[in-house]
């Protein structure tokens, strides 16, 4: 029977180091604890929060409901053939570790996603990406606990409706299920993507002109470190807000007042740019109000130095929201999942 706790501190739980309390908090290693629990009195009457490693989360309050982190482990084999293998991956895996255990025997498609904070069972659940990279790519299907049925359902890539920082999980099957485990197909003969952002000038700074999978996992934790701050040094929860997706009419209207914005083209019509970049533009890069603000050297992210609260950093990210719609017509989505 999994242990529960009553009124415990979320504070080590969630990266942003921010202090609210759950009502109740539990930890799930296995399938038989997820049956377990759902048996207990009362439990359907519980409201439910399912943590990994509490990266993409902002607590704006305490949580009357039952907390529960995902400690499901184990990664193995289930298929292979001369270009592909399938790893399945228990949904509390370290995310980073997997990407750092899958370069090290030469298993290629996750590298330009090393150093994302969080679980491997949150993954499919916001399609992480990164560097021209996303879960998509390399994602085959997950299992997944039906709360109210008891059922071990199984979802395959077109089902889970990924997009960009998108899935089912996010909307229609929000609260419904608990991630137990992800299968990826990785390729064993690697082919590189690093035309996106910097990391073919970081491997030329490195020294490196063949590249390897292992070399461009380097210069991406190289690159994520230099511009995002380390949890355990600033609370965050990196990229606060997404990249835009905009129209090119829209975009060449910013063209007109600003010279070089960047963007990236998604199709005939539209255009993404970065986010960063607009917050940068409105003034808002290192900036600090008491204990919370924009981090000084990626305006992207949003951070609380020590005694800040979730309602000042949701506050300061609307101001945010507003400023650069009323400079760009832009409308910011948070990408944190905001409590």
Known sequence: MPKILKNASLKPHNTFGLEAAAAFLTTISSVEDLGELVNLPDFEEKQILVLGGGSNLLLTQDFDGMVIKNEIKGTHSVNETD????LKVGGGEVWHDFVLNCVNQGYGGVENLSLIPGTVGAAPMQNIGAYGVEIKDVFDSLEAFNWKTGAIETFDNPTCGLGYRESIFKHSHKGKYFIVNVTFKLKKRPELNIEY????????????????????????IAIRQSKLPDPKEIGNSGSFFKNPVISKALFRKIQEKYDNVPSYPIDDENVKIPAGW????????GYRRGDIGVHKNQ????????????????????????????????NLQPEVNII
């Open 83 to 86: 270009e592909h293998i399938w």
């Open 197 to 220: 952002g910097a990391i073919q000038t970081t491997l030329a700074d490195m020294g490196i002109t063949n590249p390897t999978i292992k070399d461009v996992s380097r210069a991406v």
């Open 299 to 330: 305006a992207l992210v949003l951070v609380n130095y020590g005694n800040g609260s979730g309602l000042e950093i949701k506050k300061l990210s609307e101001e945010i929201i507003a400023s650069v719609f009323e400079n760009f017509g832009v």
């Open 278 to 285: 607009m917050i940068e533009k409105a003034g808002w890069k």
